[in-house]
């Protein structure tokens, strides 16, 4: 019987070609990416790896419990038993739902199969959107956008985050009007999760979130993403509720499926966006992506952190059968 | 952060074509991991089997 045998963790720090500065982190700018890298190893040799977005020295010392949880003879196709294991971890404070595509690298290759056919995908190629992830002022958003368009992109996610709501309407406005008729703009807000170490932010109310979707709906954008902060579910489902304009969202809720099963029935959004790395692993986000098709709401993959996380969210798009545009990570 | 930045020690970085992205149709993930990059810019803090 094939087994888990072996566990390794690294730190990876690459050097990125350019400094970046992520709108979602107010005076942050890495030059690095640098992520948490898990290999698997089972009894006949069978690898799984995947990765994880890092800030500092958070999971130090995980390793003698990712040790004891997933190694020492755990069989790699028990995934309920081995999700179950990473909720052990969580409900002691640490989430790493990051470890379960792992387990299904090792099973897809004893199947000799890409992921995504393994879990009964047939998409071969994804229509993906082009992502900025800075803020920008509008001039230089209109190159960017006129940049993307060249390389073949026909939808772009933009970014605003300015304590003057005026601003970012007035930014969305004009590079959708500008675009228009040529390329979908949609808006990321990074609303649902406040990363206020180094610099204060904006945080956003009901009221102001309605009159944001206004304004988006007015210019035809394609979405509004994570315009509340993301443990308010019945204000989110609020603002879905009246807004003119799809309402997306759902990519840092960690506690998995149940979280997102209860959002889904609430109408929380119009698109759930998951990231399979934060909220439940490869399982648990089809599992929510099948009642999404079943409540008549739309779906997407969602992805940022690092390749492990784009290739893992890309199976689990191509898996689902829905054809949404998907996310790139290209800026 | 651009591909090759993003996609660092993975052999070959996930490009788009034209806004497509065509599926890896090697098992598992699809991807080979770029042993002398890791070697490079990774560090080893846990170890067990």
Partial sequence: M?????????????????????????????TI??????RFITNDG????SGFTRSGRERVGIGHTVADLFSWGQDPEDIE???????????GGNFNWWLE????????????????????????RLRLYASSGELRD??????????????GFDTMKIRVHDWNEKVDIEHISDVATHMQGRMKIAVDCNQAFRLTALSDAPLWSLDRAKRFADAAADVGLAWVEEPLFGDWHEEMAKLTAYSRVPIAGGGLHVLGYPEL??????????IYQLDAMFAGGVK??????????????????????????FIINAHVFAASGLRRTWCSNIR | MNPEGRDAIIKEPFMHDKGWFHMPQASGLGFEIDHRQLEKYGKCFFKAS
């Fill in chain 1, 138 to 151: 509008t001039g230089a958003r209109l190159e960017e956008a006129e940049a993307r368009f060249a390389d």
């Fill in chain 1, 101 to 124: 595509p792992a387990f299904w690298d090792i099973n897809a290759k004893n199947a000799g199969l890409p992921l995504y056919k393994l879990l009964g995908g047939s998409d071969n």
């Fill in chain 1, 284 to 309: 648990q986000c089809l599992d929510v992506a099948r009642l999404c098709k079943k409540e008549g709401v739309d779906f997407s993959s969602h992805t940022w952190i690092n390749g492990f996380g």
């Fill in chain 1, 81 to 91: 038993k081995l999700s179950e294991r990473i909720h052990i971890m969580a409900v």
């Fill in chain 1, 33 to 38: 990416v640098s992520f948490y890298l898990v």
């Fill in chain 1, 46 to 49: 069978i690898e799984g790896w």
């Fill in chain 1, 261 to 270: 099963k209860r959002l889904t029935k609430m109408r929380c959004y119009n």
């Fill in chain 1, 2 to 30: 094939q087994v888990i045998d072996r566990v390794e963790l690294y730190h990876v720090n690459a050097p990125l070609p350019a400094p970046f500065s992520p709108s979602w982190i107010p005076g942050l700018t890495r």
